[in-house]
């Protein structure tokens, strides 16, 4: 499966923005769907993902409760919702594809799109 993320942009301090990711060539109801983020001079860091079977989510405790990740399967796209933003969620945002047990884990996924830069200003 191949994947691209789209969406990110400069933005204010307590905007919201909303990503997405295309994928093409298998559809993605196959797998485990999850955002990650890498800052400057940091690791990258889990953000969010969607299990397929169930589509339960499941959030880094830094974004619970601002944002949201939804996919649609005809569409072939998932989505993070993100609102609130604060300059700590500057990076480069990373949609991967997956179907290992550890959603969190970056290493669980096998499929990684280019990123999109998302850059909040205060």
């Known amino acids: 499966v191949q994947l691209q993320a789209s969406g990110g942009g400069l933005v204010q301090a307590g905007d919201s923005l909303r990503l997405s990711c295309d994928a093409s060539?298998?559809?993605?109801?196959?797998?485990?769907m999850g955002w990650f983020r890498q800052a400057p001079g940091k690791d990258r860091e889990f953000v969010a993902a969607?299990?397929?079977?169930?589509?339960?989510?499941y959030y880094a405790d830094s974004v619970k409760c601002r944002s949201t990740i939804s996919r649609d399967n005809a569409k072939n796209t998932v989505y993070l919702q993100m609102a609130r933003l604060k300059p700590e969620d500057t990076a480069v945002y990373y949609c991967?594809?997956?179907?290992?047990?550890?959603?969190?884990?970056?290493?669980?996924?096998?499929?990684w799109g280019r990123g999109t830069q998302v850059t909040v200003s205060s």
């Open positions: 991967a594809a997956g179907n290992l047990l550890r959603l969190w884990v970056d290493s669980d996924y096998n499929y």
């Open positions: 060539g298998r559809t993605i109801s196959r797998y485990n």
């Open positions: 969607i299990k397929r079977s169930t589509d339960s989510t």
